[in-house]
């Protein structure tokens, strides 16, 4: 089973709408994080936000939010009256301690590319 | 400005051939990973190093090789026995230790195709 699953392959939206992208993981620790990061077609990808598994508070920048919930395991990420600049591959992950010597885990979804049409 | 290099941003192999991808970076990171990135795969781990001289496979380890001589550099060789290296390539680093809330910092990918 998928630890990080992103449901969504591909969302096409008309710019101005919002879009949320969805986030499910799968842990059995209580301590971890989830990020997400974006992958423009330059092809690095660039860190957005971190969530601990203790702090349930949405978080809202700007025209982003992020929507927290352990009762679904699930971390899904709004847009807000998209722009053409959004479009890019969006990634979301989570962090555990590993099991060799409890270092940092990261295990990545699949990603959502995401193309936001003038 | 403090980040990650990879070169070189397009790569060729021919049959039969190693090759490396290099990977600098100068933010002092202890950790440095390496992902192979495939269409609808997302990103999947290859090597990870959490300290000098020191390094670990990831998910997806056969037919790859790395080695950590310097805190800076995690250069990955795609070896031949390596059957379908076609893919994008990341670097990244982090902080490092036992922190689960580093956020990884990536490089701009070695993009590898078969000649």
Same mark, same amino acid.
């Given at each position: ?13 008309? /710019? ?16 971890? $994080?989830?990020?997400? $990061?974006?992958?423009?077609? =330059? ?12 702090? /349930? ?6 025209? $982003? ?8 395991? =699930?971390?899904? !990420? ?12 969006? !990634? ?7 099991? =060799?010597?409890? $270092? ?15 | 400005?403090?980040?990650? #290099?990879?070169? @070189? ?5 021919? +049959? ?7 990977? +600098? ?13 495939? @269409? ?16 670990? *496979?990831? %998910? ?8 950590? +001589?310097? *805190? +800076?550099?995690? @250069?990955?060789?795609? #070896?031949?026995?390596?059957?379908? @290296? #076609? ?20 490089? %701009? ?7």
């Amino acid at each position: 089973a998928q630890k990080v699953t992103q449901a969504q392959t591909e969302i096409s939206v008309v /710019e101005k709408e919002d879009v949320t992208l969805d986030c499910v993981y799968e842990t059995r620790d209580t301590t971890y $994080y989830l990020f997400w $990061y974006k992958q423009p077609p =330059s092809g690095e990808l660039v860190f957005l936000i971190r969530r601990n598994s203790f702090d /349930e508070q949405n978080e809202i920048s700007g025209r $982003y939010s992020w929507n927290f919930q352990k009762s679904t395991s =699930s971390f899904n !990420f709004t847009i807000t009256a998209s722009q053409v600049v959004d479009s890019a591959v969006y !990634f979301c992950a989570l962090s555990e301690a590993g099991n =060799s010597g409890g $270092y940092q885990k990261v295990t990545f979804g699949t990603g959502t590319k995401l193309q936001v049409i003038p | 400005d403090g980040g990650i #290099t990879q070169s @070189p941003k397009y790569l060729f192999r021919k +049959e039969g051939q190693n090759v490396t991808l290099s990977c +600098e970076q100068n933010l002092n990171h202890d950790a440095m990973y390496w992902y192979r990135q495939d @269409p609808g795969q997302g990103l999947r781990l290859i090597y990870y190093s959490q300290i000098v001289n020191d390094f670990q *496979k990831g %998910d997806i380890a056969e037919g790859y090789s790395v080695s950590r +001589e310097k *805190k +800076e550099s995690f @250069p990955l060789t795609v #070896t031949s026995a390596q059957k379908n @290296p #076609t893919a994008f390539y990341l670097c990244a680093s982090s902080i490092g230790g036992r922190a689960l809330n580093q956020p990884q910092h990536f490089g %701009d990918g070695t993009r590898l195709s078969i000649l």
